[in-house]
């Protein structure tokens, strides 16, 4: 049943040219440890990030940007509040977000929300294995942001999910697997380094976000950032002594890929 | 009328000695996205950064340093009370102080704090074009936090702000332009890759307020400060892959600028 | 009376491989500069990071993780309610924590809260010289996160917090000092370098909290942070250029430190 895409599938990489000339704003509401690196996989892939945390502006500019992102990674009952108001704004003027649900599961502040955002229209969910269980309320959680399970073993849970929201639901692991609830696209490649570094995850859900603005379908958009993350990682792990050289490496390979 | 300094402009190097020298404490309220690279620009240029948020010692911490930066570009309700505080602080103690209104113009919480801050006699301002003509009232801001308008666009406005406030302003750009209301300042150089990682106009800021510690006059602080950091950048690009390899270098430059 | 400790000693060499082995879940309740450089610290030297900053959640996933680092360098009244919810917990649950006293001294909120939780048995306090004489009550402080004194000048007000709060006592500097109140461990080596990038500090106190899930004694938790810290400070010095390239290197040599 499922369909393997990587780069350099030519739709990707049409999609990557689209990004580069279009250069969507894409909104972030993220967690305080991968702001920066989040921002600067946006800059590196073509995006225009920018971060918007205040209640009073997160719904206007949830409205003016071409994409939201929302992850709950160490959201707080103030951050919570902003979420809300810009899923709210962009479901008023259709900017499509994606939802990341870091660490669901026992803690409670973020998987109340987490459920609650994700009954109103994401057009994706990203999230590994064990958070992608956990929010379809299938098990428990993983080990703090990481997952105890691989991407094979939320698949159900995942095209459930999808049914249930509308969203296009992607899990990461050594195989990305991605599904609307009926295809399932797999995403193989990347390198173990994508684990060793924070916030890869976290971008990469971002950088479905600034892909659904230029995708032709929110699979296409996930599917689209999973092959450029993972194409850019094994480069960038080609030649890295370690995670530091990987991290810096990882944004020159973004900013470089499919370039003559 | 307008001049022209650039590195190694002789009084340039001469307060980035002094820079050096005296290490000014430099506290910085600034958005979340940008912190660890402030904090590492200003490090490696000589400057000692610090970052106090909290509304009970933002005061007292801007008496205590020897310059303040204030950056709106994640600002919530809390940082505003906070940086209303370290701003009345800084005047009674006579710190200097560089006001960055990231993104003003269409939202609605930093629009109103950058206006009323700007009224309090901030040293410089530093923006990209859209941002001053929007700080000035003259147009309604960029797109996101990139500038719609070149520094040139912006240099009436930029006059017209310097005139009301007392600030020098300085305007972001392929050629930043730095006016004190009469004299214009052009500094030329810096690489378009300074635009494809983020913080470079924050840590920017935070470097103009560093400098006014020990330059003559906030002209001459922000002009170091521009020049400093588009001769970093230059040099970083040449050997740079990428954004990533162009970031690590840009703070390996900032700190061998000019040294034997 | 001291004795000294270093890469490669056998005990932090077993510790190392063990925290690699055990890969402990680490909370980390610490400030928005360094979260990002402290997450990576942790998983290059082969902890897992996490961090759950609201007040709702920092208690149960304290409960949950191996270990708990609470770093008080930008801290604000909402973070202090998720600290102390936080300490709570890891006391209930017999989750051993590091409580890093940022810049304590002078500032109202920070150094009560810091002198609070000094008295709720934190295993280990790691701090500058002035940091360590100012939470003693010894003296005032440092200048913004700086030490203005050597780990040497603050040995005895080490003793005597160690004798006060039960905690081991680790004072950095040029040579770091550890005390839990009897016996003195010197950690020399490392670089200045390590004094020229945000967060090292910070990060190390991050590290001991990790191998204190791992390590007999906090005693021996502290050194071996503190060694691996110094001795990959000392290899990334070896072959960088400045502050940039040393950031990156020092992640590649915390992965790399006695592999084959």
Chains 1, 2, 3 share one sequence.
Not at 108 to 130: D, K, M, Q
Not at 167 to 193: F, K, N
């Amino acid at each position: 049943m499922a369909t393997t895409r990587a780069w350099p599938d030519p739709a990707v990489a049409a999609d990557l040219r689209a990004l580069r000339e279009r250069a969507p704003l894409t909104h972030c509401l993220t967690n305080v440890v991968v702001t920066n690196v989040t921002a600067n996989v946006l800059l590196a892939a073509g995006a225009a990030p920018a971060m918007v945390p205040a209640v009073e502006e997160a719904g206007p500019f949830a409205q003016a940007a071409d994409a939201l992102l929302v992850n709950v990674g160490t959201v707080t009952a103030a951050d919570a509040a902003a979420m809300r108001a810009a899923v709210a704004a962009a479901g008023e003027a259709g900017t499509p977000w994606v939802l990341d649900p870091v660490a669901v599961g026992a803690l409670p502040l973020r998987t109340g929300l987490a459920r609650e955002l994700a009954a109103r229209r994401p057009a994706v969910v990203r999230g590994n294995g064990s958070e992608i269980l956990a929010l379809a309320g299938a098990a428990g959680g993983g080990r703090g942001v990481d997952s105890t399970v691989g991407s094979e073993a939320a698949l159900d849970a995942a095209r459930g999910l999808a049914a249930e929201t509308g969203a296009v639901v992607a899990v990461s692991g050594a195989v990305d697997r991605i599904t609307d609830g009926e295809r399932v696209v797999e995403v193989p490649g990347g390198h173990v380094l994508l684990t060793r570094v924070t916030g890869a995850g976290c971008a990469l859900g971002a950088l479905m976000a600034a892909f659904l603005a230029v995708s032709a379908t929110p699979l296409d958009a996930a599917v689209a950032a999973s092959a450029v993350m993972k194409a850019a990682g094994e480069r960038a792990a080609a030649g890295a002594r370690g995670p530091g050289s990987f991290a810096v490496a990882l944004l020159d390979e973004l900013a470089l890929l499919g370039r003559p």
